[in-house]
């Protein structure tokens, strides 16, 4: 069936240092990958998606890195600041109306 | 200008009792889904309508019932609460087929004792 596998489950970094968390997906049939950010008691909010006819796209601190043949993409976060310290949710979506999540980053920026 | 809001926020019930939880969007959207965040923070599809038709209908107990009575809302109805239900529940919205972004609400934080 349709997975998402998202790695490392936490992540602490020093305030400055970048944070890389990774997906990987089973349906090939996916062609849209969001990322959502999920503060403390708040809902997810997405911070940035790629489709499957774009390899990279970045915005500001954060990127997005796509490679449909191994069925990965990556969440890139350079210079981190404590205000960054969130759960991270990669996801991924294609021939249904249907997201699957991902398991969930907790991470971690020291100051 | 809340584009997707969810009533109640917070709700606590005992065991056995019926309970709804409702969702609205103003966004336009024609789609509209319920997840369900347990404690380890894993979101799971439970439902989803499109232009009030259900679309998605994952392994959930017959206990929920969702409806959709337009395109900007949709409810969830939950039968004899067991404890096991405890979790935040999600309803988002999203315009389109796939591929489309969704937008969360607020949460409904269900607690049963």
């Known amino acids: 069936g349709e997975n998402v596998e998202q790695h490392p489950s936490t992540l602490s970094v020093q305030e400055g240092d970048s944070a890389v968390i990774k997906c990987t997906y089973s349906d090939s049939a996916s062609n849209y990958f969001p990322w959502y950010k999920q503060e403390l008691g708040k809902r997810p909010q997405l911070i940035i998606d790629?489709?499957?006819?774009?390899g990279e796209k970045k915005d500001q601190r954060i990127a997005v890195t796509l490679n449909k043949t191994a069925k990965h993409f990556s969440l890139h976060i350079t210079e981190t600041q404590p205000e960054d310290s969130a759960v991270y949710f990669c996801?991924?979506?294609?021939?249904?109306?249907?997201?699957?999540f991902g398991t969930g980053t907790r991470l971690k920026v020291l100051a | 200008d809340t584009a997707v809001s969810q009533t109640p926020k917070y709700l606590v019930t005992q065991m056995g009792n019926d309970k709804s939880i409702k969702c609205e969007q103003n966004l336009g959207h024609d789609t509209m889904y319920w997840y369900k965040q347990d404690s380890k923070k894993f979101l799971k599809i439970m439902f989803s309508y499109n232009n009030k038709e259900l679309i998605i209908n994952e392994t959930v107990p017959n206990r929920f019932s969702p409806k959709s009575p337009d395109k900007a809302h949709l409810n969830l109805h939950i039968n004899s609460l067991e404890l096991g239900d405890s979790a935040v529940y999600f309803c988002?919205?999203?315009?389109?087929?796939?591929?489309?972004?969704?937008?969360f609400g607020p949460g409904t934080r269900l607690t049963v004792l």
């Open positions: 790629i489709r499957s006819n774009v």
């Open positions: 988002a919205s999203s315009q389109g087929s796939s591929g489309a972004t969704q937008y």
């Open positions: 996801a991924a979506s294609g021939r249904t109306y249907k997201y699957i």
